[in-house]
DNA sequence: GTGGTCTAGACCACC
DNA sequence: GTGGTCTAGACCACG
């Protein structure tokens, strides 16, 4: 499958594997109906815990974004594209808005900020790394 | 005095501190000499443990920011401000790489970043917000 | 045939089989003598696993409202009518009982949960529905 | 404190334990601000693990419900009366629903349902019991 | 095989 | 002391 983890980073293990669903479903690599890997088998790949892989399933459930289909596993609902598209925006402006705002009441200028992203964007070792 | 602090912000009590107090110093508001308020009026004006502002003042002592002047308290370094512009501008620089590292591994393009960044810097809440 | 099931609802699939079959007997369109459609059968137009209409069938046998005829398969017992109309009681009375214990019990008085009922059966959608 | 957990009615005891402080706070006997016992004290008057106790907590606080304070413990929210007022009679409406659904379906009439009621109200039982 | 729940016990950061 | 996370392993109902 396509998950990968890194369990030194920060984030919790399984809010990377929820986010990491979230984003499949966003990009359209996961489609409505498509099951997701079961939790054994995720547990298993990614040398972690059931419970953590369960965990980061239960919260993508009362997020809307899965459903469990009694004794056959977890799949993707209709209404997960939006959501996860929707969710993305959200993660993402809600960051870039706290890092800005750090920056400017730390005394930086618009100027420099965006100098600041520029260098990022710049970065090459971005476009390789797939989730 | 100048600090506010949030206690159910998610980010650590010492920590909003500190960078409060590296702000200042960056901003110049602080000067090398100058006096930090003792462990028990800063707990008390903030209405913190102690244990919470002893933790802050002894990072940043152990960064180099502060000094303890024997029997006075502690003061502002006169190396200070320097190391102060530095760890800002890393503190900023390492969050907008994780911002833009997510942003693309999610799978949105240099475009919409920048947009992104472009509404929030025509913000005009920012320069009021208090930290 | 004239069930419908749905594998997302929280009800056991095999639960929901045997209710309907119990409810059909229990209205009188099942008669003492009727024979149920076969497990192949049932389970390909349910799309629903064998094992599954299986229980269901072995359930209703165990309390009595379905036997096997040597060969022909399982028909409905000459004793089904009765206790279908029995059990359906003793289900929805626990049901309700259990209901309105919860009401009580968050804190609701008699009147409100009166309302309550009202309010539901005064509801137009109801004998519409097919289970 | 006032918790009791029922470890075979077939409710999960991380959701029994959810209800009751929303209840709680529904009825007004836990207000904003308050703070609920710590997971460990929980655990122990209950004789629960922990995990457990944690869970319910969690799924709180992603309902609106609790909200964390940093290393002292979990208080109500100001918006979780009302939350929770809501989520009580919602949560009893579809109970309701749902048993008059099926026993009309079962071919009960609104007389007989309602008599159904009238019997589970005279129940003496009932004002004992509390939560 | 599937997910759901629970227990037991550990480690962490924070106050 | 507090909550948060993770591991390990068990049992259950369901298909």
């Given at each position: 499958m396509f998950f990968y983890i890194d369990p030194r980073n920060g984030i919790a293990i399984y809010d990377q594997i929820a986010r990491q669903v979230m984003f499949a479903v966003a990009?359209?690599?996961l489609q409505p109906g498509d099951r997701v890997p079961s939790v054994r088998e995720l547990s298993r790949s990614l040398a972690v815990n059931p419970n953590t892989v369960s965990r980061a399933y239960r919260?993508?459930?009362?997020?809307?974004?899965?459903?469990?289909v009694r004794g056959t596993g977890l799949e993707i609902t209709a209404t997960a594209p939006d959501a996860?598209?929707?969710?993305?925006?959200?993660?993402?402006?809600?960051?870039?808005h706290s890092v800005v705002e750090e920056?400017?009441?730390?005394?930086l200028g618009a100027k420099e900020i965006r100098s600041l992203l520029r260098t990022e964007l710049a970065?090459?070792?971005l476009r390789k790394t797939t989730p």
């Open positions: 990009g359209g690599s919260e993508l459930q009362s997020g809307g974004i899965l459903e469990t996860c598209r929707k969710e993305r925006w959200k993660m993402i402006r809600e960051r870039m920056a400017v009441r730390s005394g970065n090459p070792a």
